[in-house]
């Protein structure tokens, strides 16, 4: 095959990954913050969702678990509505005191310690995978239950598919997945405000009977168990609906997503999920309790009600059909959380050193690519080590959720009570946050006991196993920086000429063309090992580097502008650093997201320019390579190198020992 053909597919795949993903975003377009940002709506739809959707598997699994004690529905339907409050309240301080986001990781990294954010961080990451895998997984449970008990088998093969298709959707951009799925979202609103609506008015004489029938249920068991009894039953019916509450952190995970002003969309979106999601769990409860609601095998619990409600509709097999299937297309959007929130926990962890740096990279689609394929991989292979089991899935999600809740709450309380000299409200806050915490450790400590050998071990390991790979992560990451370090005291020794070369570069001499990135002693390191290896040979220098927006910088126009001027300073200081030492030179950058698709355009158009020009990078080298530090150091340098030497460039990798 010949380089034509060659280019042919690559044009080809090109246009399929266009077509897929969709055309390149402009970092440098002022508007683009106000283009991608969500608004109050879309924000509730998108990171809203995980909270309201809980209300499909959190209160029938707290329902199941009161047994014969039914009439306690009532109690758990106040209960339940009042620790959404408490627990949305705590986060919209959160949201005030950390309106960048990053939820969980930076309260407990900030109110705590580094070690405490590690922890809190690697449970919200194991928690936004099962996010994504508890939300399919209850989505085919909805599906399926309008189809024969016979298509149960095929139940994993669709969820599994589901994730696929979302992968693909997300790696689009967070705003054009947002917007295809909120049609889902507000069907799933109208149908159950139907759904409950008319549940309740219906049997609105029979609230009476029913009446009597708590007092009658609870005088009974008061004396046969006492009051201690029914505070047990109580308790553990209310800790197995722990995933009702479980999407409530993500709208103060998010922030970065939201359309300026950023607090108050924040809050905005915080209060529409707090009053969805309360009336929705309140009324199902209040539902169950007054249609008498059974389990069925084969079906979930909402799917008995909304056929039971609906049952005597001239069409009302059709309106409970579309009541639970836009119920499991809810769980779909619900499914986003994990795809928006989970890589943006990545990417600050990433930044801190604690994760790989590559997950803190964005796409050209301006999304955390590495961090969506990640968290949807690592969904697949959960759904399929436990098979799509709800109940499961329901307790290791609520057990991460609960630990990243209560740190939180502890980190909060501990902050309003070190700053009370300056934060004059404090003793009004500090009670919500002592009561979230006693709440979510309750919550948190029941689930363990009740289900550490129903799936509650199993998301131990895999938050303790994360742990411990952060930490090993961190380590390496510091001993490379103390390697790296001694390299800036060449900064500080810098020979000079004493004469400083004004020429103007000559594009007909020898030139050197060196890749740089800030103005640093590696950078500097390679400049003085090109003048060592090859004595004589260059006059003049060009210096070419990429202001790369990642993550920790995409969060507006001033930190673009400011990233490009930082980046320019530096060029301009390898060129005076080259001039003084005697040679002309001169820079050429770029600012992007990706370094390997900027950077080779640019040297291509440096090889034409200077047609007598070699090209060097710096690359990190250690004394012995292993897959581990491949997977910590991008190889930018070498995946330069192989597309330009194929257009007939000549690059060298000039190595930078790291000490260890």
């Known amino acids: 095959m010949g380089p034509k053909d060659s280019w042919n597919w690559e044009d080809i795949r090109a246009g399929a990954r266009r077509l897929i993903i969709g055309a390149k975003k402009n970092v440098e377009d002022p508007g683009i913050f106000h283009k991608i940002a969500l608004f109050p709506l879309l924000a509730w739809i998108g990171l809203g969702a995980d909270g309201v959707s809980s209300s499909s598997y959190g209160p029938p699994e707290a329902f199941i678990a009161l047994g014969e004690h039914t009439y306690l529905a009532v109690f758990l339907a106040l209960g339940t509505a009042l620790t959404v409050f408490i627990i949305s309240y705590a986060y919209t301080?959160?949201?005030?005191?950390?309106?960048?986001?990053?939820?969980?990781?930076?309260?407990?990294?900030?109110?705590?310690?580094?070690?405490?954010?590690?922890?809190?961080?690697?449970?919200?990451?194991?928690?936004?995978?099962?996010?994504?895998?508890?939300?399919?997984?209850?989505?085919?449970?909805?599906?399926?239950s309008f189809l024969p008990y016979s298509y149960q088998p095929y139940k994993l093969i669709f969820a599994c598919l589901l994730i696929v298709i979302l992968i693909v959707i997300n790696l689009r951009g967070v705003k054009e997945s947002v917007t295809m799925l909120a049609p889902i979202f507000l069907v799933f609103i109208a149908a159950h405000a139907l759904l409950l609506g008319y549940g309740l008015f219906a049997h609105a004489p029979q609230i009476a009977p029913v009446a009597a029938g708590i007092q009658a249920g609870l005088s009974r068991d008061l004396a046969a168990i006492g009051i201690i009894g029914v505070l047990a039953i109580f308790l553990r019916a209310y800790s197995l609906g722990g995933g009702t509450y479980t999407g409530i952190e993500a709208v103060a995970n998010g922030m970065q997503i939201m359309r300026e002003p950023r607090?108050?969309?924040?809050?905005?979106?915080?209060?529409?999920?707090?009053?969805?999601?309360?009336?929705?769990?309140?009324?199902?409860?209040?539902?169950?309790?007054?249609?008498?609601?059974?389990?069925?095998?084969?079906?979930?619990?909402?799917?008995?009600?909304?056929?039971?409600?609906?049952?005597?509709?001239?069409?009302?097999?059709?309106?409970?059909?579309?009541?639970?299937?836009?119920?499991?297309?809810?769980?779909?959007?619900?499914?986003?959380?994990?795809?928006?929130?989970?890589?943006?926990?990545?990417?600050?962890?990433?930044?801190?050193?604690?994760?790989?740096?590559?997950?803190?990279?964005?796409?050209?689609?301006?999304?955390?690519?590495?961090?969506?394929?990640?968290?949807?991989?690592?969904?697949?292979?959960?759904?399929?080590?436990?098979?799509?089991?709800?109940?499961?899935?329901?307790?290791?999600?609520?057990?991460?959720?609960?630990?990243?809740?209560?740190?939180?709450?502890?980190?909060?309380?501990?902050?309003?009570?070190?700053?009370?000299a300056t934060e004059k409200e404090w003793k009004r806050h500090i009670p919500v946050h002592l009561t979230g915490l006693v709440l979510c450790s309750t919550i948190l400590t029941i689930t363990l006991f009740e289900k550490l050998g129903q799936g509650g071990w199993f998301?131990?390991?895999?938050?303790?196993?994360?742990?411990?790979?952060?930490?090993?992560?961190?380590g390496h990451y510091q001993k490379v920086t103390k390697g790296l370090r001694k390299l800036d005291t060449l900064l500080e020794v810098i020979p000079s000429t004493g004469s400083k070369n004004t020429e103007p570069v000559n594009t007909h001499k020898m030139t050197a063309v060196q890749l740089v990135t800030g103005f640093h002693g590696f950078g500097v390191n390679t400049f003085y090992s090109i003048i060592k290896n090859f004595p004589g040979v260059y006059e003049n220098f060009i210096f070419v580097s990429i202001a790369v927006v990642d993550s920790g910088t995409f969060k507006g126009a001033a930190e673009v502008t400011a990233l490009s001027k930082s980046t320019k300073n530096s060029l301009v200081k390898y060129v005076d650093l080259a001039r003084e030492?005697?040679?002309?030179?001169?820079?050429?950058?770029?600012?992007?997201?990706?370094?390997?698709?900027?950077?080779?355009?640019?040297?291509?158009?440096?090889?034409?320019?200077?047609?007598?020009?070699?090209?060097?990078?710096?690359?990190?080298?250690?004394?012995?390579?292993?897959?581990?530090?491949?997977?910590?150091?991008?190889?930018?340098?070498?995946a330069i190198q192989r597309r330009l030497q194929y257009s007939g460039i000549t690059t060298v990798i000039m190595p930078v020992r790291a000490e260890k």
């Open 93 to 144: 301080r959160i949201i005030e005191h950390f309106p960048s986001g990053g939820g969980g990781y930076i309260v407990a990294t900030h109110t705590i310690s580094d070690k405490a954010g590690v922890v809190s961080g690697s449970a919200l990451l194991i928690d936004y995978m099962l996010t994504i895998t508890v939300s399919i997984a209850a989505c085919g449970e909805a599906v399926f």
């Open 459 to 474: 998301t131990i390991f895999l938050t303790s196993a994360l742990v411990g790979l952060c930490f090993l992560i961190h």
């Open 263 to 420: 607090v108050k969309t924040g809050k905005r979106t915080m209060a529409y999920m707090a009053i969805s999601l309360a009336v929705l769990s309140g009324g199902l409860f209040a539902c169950y309790l007054l249609w008498n609601v059974q389990p069925v095998p084969g079906q979930t619990l909402n799917a008995v009600l909304a056929n039971g409600v609906f049952s005597d509709w001239p069409l009302g097999g059709i309106l409970a059909l579309i009541t639970i299937f836009s119920e499991a297309a809810l769980l779909c959007v619900a499914a986003q959380t994990g795809f928006i929130d989970g890589p943006r926990v990545m990417a600050n962890m990433a930044i801190d050193s604690w994760l790989p740096r590559s997950f803190a990279l964005l796409s050209e689609r301006l999304t955390m690519t590495n961090g969506i394929l990640l968290m949807g991989g690592s969904a697949l292979l959960i759904m399929i080590f436990t098979r799509g089991s709800v109940i499961i899935l329901v307790t290791m999600y609520a057990i991460n959720v609960f630990l990243t809740f209560s740190i939180s709450e502890f980190g909060m309380s501990r902050f309003f009570y070190k700053n009370r």
């Open 581 to 638: 030492t005697g040679f002309a030179a001169d820079y050429r950058m770029d600012i992007g997201t990706d370094v390997v698709d900027l950077a080779v355009p640019i040297c291509k158009n440096i090889a034409k320019e200077f047609p007598n020009s070699t090209f060097f990078a710096g690359q990190i080298v250690f004394r012995h390579e292993n897959p581990f530090q491949k997977i910590l150091h991008n190889e930018t340098a070498f």
